[in-house]
């Protein structure tokens, strides 16, 4: 008996990460100057913005949402379109270093939504009557790193010259 309460506690330990569930949790299409923008032969200038938020739900169990805004414009004034997809993840985290569930989340949990996002940002736009928006591949490693350095550079005095 004592070798199977080692391998039963060998298990217990070992590092858990899986996928509960990938949801949508928000969607949104604007076409503010529909219907004469369809008339409109300029090509847009195509904006991006992310943003990934995390927060714990159960002991080990965390949500994390890719939020994906993408505006078309044409100028400066005249918004062709806004598509905004909230893409969610339930993932269960355990027997990991405390240091490392944030890193997990922002770069490994973001890589497994992004996907699903490109996908709803794509469908959305092509269904509001506009030719598709390819998202091209983001490095959210390197994305978490830059938010590290700007977060450190600002928890430092700047030196006064």
Do not use: H, W
Request: charged share 20%; glycine share 4%; with cysteine.
């Amino acid at each position: 008996m004592p070798e199977t309460n080692q391998a039963n506690a060998a298990e217990n330990t070992q590092p858990v990460f899986t996928i509960e569930k990938l949801y949508i949790r928000d969607l949104s299409v604007e076409v503010p100057n529909a219907p004469t923008i369809f008339l409109d032969r300029e090509t847009p200038q195509i904006n991006v913005q992310l943003r990934t938020d995390t927060k714990g739900i159960d002991a080990g169990v965390y949500e994390v949402v890719l939020t994906v805004t993408v505006t078309a414009k044409i100028g400066e004034e005249k918004t062709v379109f806004l598509v905004e997809a909230a893409q969610a993840g339930i993932f269960q985290i355990r027997n990991v270093p405390e240091s490392d569930i944030e890193p997990i989340m922002m770069i490994g949990c973001a890589n497994i939504l992004f996907p699903y996002a490109r996908e709803a940002i794509s469908d959305a736009v092509t269904r509001a009557g506009f030719q598709p928006v390819l998202l091209a591949p983001v490095n959210f490693e390197a994305l978490y790193q830059a938010r590290q350095q700007e977060q450190q550079g600002a928890g430092q005095d700047t030196p006064v010259q």
